[in-house]
């Protein structure tokens, strides 16, 4: 990575130029997608998607309520309206049964979450927004190299949508992200839109934004990308040993579906006393996290839209009593045996 780093700092060509444009087209052949536009980060992959598709005032975007806040704060900057489903209590996506019941006239889009490395259940999502002539754009931040049938996440929607912050699988020195597309015409205006808009030089075709990506983070994903499938299938491993590790105990074990191949972005079980098992694991100096401990329907700044707790009870549920492993790619078996004996001794004696 330094080396890649040293050649753009040599070249000072920071900004656009062949890195973004071999990256461009790498991660569009990994998402099984014709077109790839890189940009500074997840959040503003989604956001810029949402300007490139005119919503605005007046509109509603349907998403779930158990996700980063990233996915309704893109929707509420753009003036439009989120409204949410709720979740699959064994996957957390997004429940495509409940999707048909929050859409309204105004619905302008639809955001299925692809949680935790997994793709959402995308057939029926994909029917319901045909049906009603609605985009959807996935927010794959978690997703990148995951599939549904046999298919990339990023690849099913009008667009998709990659983060590449630190902490994701595929990660950058810093922000950074990527939209994928099998639109040509979309394509060609994320592409502008990510430059304040501007074609040819200081003449604006519409309001963009700064939503380049840097050739520095271009070239740290360039050299991490051909290790991207060797690190998901080590953290497939990891969850196939946890659950087997945990069968049969007080650990509720993540749900992968079927036709799903989870590159497990995030190992996540579910407990009773999730706070005190955090805290036990702590005391013994295993990190967790929790994703996400207040569901977005009842954060402070989206009171505006009305919702209250117990409106979407799978998320509260899940947000009571999730915990994230440790699932990197580099662990040991010593050490997974260290977090799963740890955590089995809290849970001891709990059906």
Known sequence: MIA???EVLDSQAYIGGPKIAELERRVAALSGCEHAIAVSSGTDALLACLMALHIGPGDEVLTSPFTFFATAGSIARTGARPVFADIDPRTFNIDPALIEQAITPRTRAIIPVHLFGQVCDMDPILEVASRHGVPVIEDAAQAIGASYKGRAAGSFGTAGCFSFYPSKNLGAAGDGGMIVTHDPALAERLAIMRNHGMQPRYFYRFIGANFRLDAVQAAVLLVKLPHLEAWSEARRRNAAWYNARFAGSAVCTPYVRPDCASIYNQYVVRLRRRDEAAEFLKARGIGTDIYYPLPLHVQDCFRY????????????????EVLALPVYPEMTEEQREYVAAALLEFCAGEP
């Open 4 to 6: 890649a780093v040293a």
């Open 305 to 320: 839209l009305g919702y209250s707790p117990g409106d979407f009870p799978r998320a509260e549920a899940a947000a009571r």
